[in-house]
């Protein structure tokens, strides 16, 4: 679906791909928050334009959302802190966890940032998707 | 019957959190629970439950019924999500694997590890939902009990006892599948229409969201706190529903058809189940349908698939990163 009005997106990092696959080439990557510009559609994916950083290409579209994620002071997102950010997400956020994590120190928070940390680049996947006779990108194409 | 903003904050805050539920295939172990206070939630007004169980359908209904179960829609998890966006999702899922993590530690397998996450990162590409906040990631547990766990975000926690069930890559592409099917289709949000059904939502508007401000803070962290505990007391005690196991079983095998895995490894992963020995995990039928059921609906569900078939590659690798966990 082309949306008439920027998007936005809602995942901490949404990468662009100058294909809507997820194997075609990478062209970079947006954070959240950042306002796009839907260009067009195909299947699962969109064509986007996002100004800063200035980039167009294809993203997952459920990568970004029609919400207006800006703070009610007018403060864009993507310029906000992570913590202002999330709070006004109905208040989920990095200082929420920092105070629960001092309430409750048998929570092994650490152990949950190195298991966040093992993301695999998608060029990895690829490669591991291929090896093993499977199907890149999950057939998305 | 209306309420203050602050109460109904806490209302919100409170119910979202119990319902997103934790995601669990096998059973789950009592978990200790971190002592927080929980925060005080008035009564509401009760809403109107079906009190009786509906009646079992035919069997040819049953049988179309389990074939839709592969096909809900986009639409279904983009609605959830509504409710529940990416970054309380991930808040939450975090909090979840963070409570899990205070007794099961994480295997010091890097190798082990690294497989799980190019199987899990992988195999979440073919899902409804490839993207969630952080994206997916995959945890090796120590511990012999036949377990895994989902948390909302992608958090996918499991156990050696359970790998160790798994005989090749497929198999555990089978295990993995099911688990991010949880996630895919937002069971947890999911669980959100379960508590309204116990008068325990009161939705207020989104908007609400945009006017949280630092004096709020206080009662959020609060409200955080209790429900994180609500929601894995929820979670130890009742598990999701078997109509629930069985979406994420058809969801697995449409992951696992998209990946290139053949979803009888599926089949074989839940033969390996029901034939573990007792005592492996506790009470594992006790909040999740047997083994024998899901085989059954299982069995129909691949019916059509090509027997699985295992690359050189893909034996390579397995044993290469598992053997001798």
């Known amino acids: 679906m082309v949306w008439a009005t920027p998007v936005s997106v809602q995942v901490k990092e949404a990468s662009l791909y100058d294909q809507p696959s997820a194997v075609s080439k990478f062209l970079g990557k947006v954070p959240y928050g950042t306002s796009l510009t839907v260009l067009a559609s195909k299947g699962a994916w969109s064509q986007v334009r996002a100004d800063s950083p200035a980039l167009t290409g294809w993203v997952r579209a459920q990568t970004y959302t029609t919400k207006d994620l800006k703070l009610k002071s007018g403060t864009d997102a993507s310029a906000a802190s992570s913590s202002d950010v999330s709070l006004a997400g109905r208040g989920f956020s990095e200082e929420m966890e920092q105070n629960y994590k001092a309430k409750n120190p048998s929570l092994d928070y650490a152990d949950v940032d190195k298991m966040e940390a093992q993301g695999i680049p998608e060029a990895e996947l690829e490669g591991f998707l291929k090896a093993g006779g499977l199907v890149p990108d999950g057939g998305r194409k | ?325």
């Open chain 2, 1 to 325: 019957m209306k309420f203050s903003s602050k109460t109904r904050l806490l209302i919100l805050l409170a119910s979202s959190l119990v319902a997103a539920t934790i995601l669990c295939s096998f059973d789950l172990g009592p978990v200790p629970l971190p002592k927080v206070p929980v925060p005080s939630v008035p009564a509401l007004p009760a809403v109107p439950v079906p009190q009786a169980a509906p009646a079992a359908p035919a069997p040819a209904a049953q049988d179309s019924k389990l074939l839709q179960l592969g096909q809900r829609s986009l639409d279904t998890a983009t609605k959830a999500n509504e409710d529940l966006t990416p970054t309380q999702q991930y808040y939450l899922g975090r909090a979840f694997s963070a409570t899990i993590l205070q007794t099961k530690k994480p295997a010091d397998n890097t190798k082990a590890n690294h497989y799980l996450n190019q199987i899990g990162q992988a195999l979440a590409l073919a899902a409804e939902q490839p993207d969630t906040y952080s994206g997916y990631r995959f945890e090796l547990l120590d511990t012999p009990e036949i377990n895994a766990f989902s948390g909302p975000g992608g958090f996918i926690l499991v156990t050696k006892g359970l790998v160790k069930l798994t005989h090749n890559e497929a198999e555990l592409a089978a295990v993995l599948a099911h688990e991010i099917g949880h996630v895919a289709l937002e069971h947890g949000v999911k669980a959100i229409q379960t508590d309204r059904k116990t008068g325990a939502v009161v939705s207020i508007g989104a908007d609400v969201a945009k006017t949280v401000g630092p004096d709020q803070a206080k009662d959020l962290t609060a409200a955080f706190e209790g429900s994180v505990t609500d929601l894995t007391k929820t979670i130890v005690d009742k598990g999701y529903s078997r109509e629930t196991e069985f979406e994420a079983d058809a969801r697995a095998c449409t992951v696992l058809r998209r990946a290139g895995y053949s979803p009888k490894a599926l089949l074989s992963m839940l033969q390996e189940l029901g034939a573990a020995p007792q005592g492996t995990g506790p009470s594992i039928t006790k909040t999740h349908p047997s083994p024998k059921d899901r085989i059954t609906q299982a069995t129909k569900l691949v019916a059509g698939d090509a027997p699985v078939k295992l690359t050189p590659v893909q034996d390579q690798r397995y044993h290469a990163a598992l053997d001798g966990i």
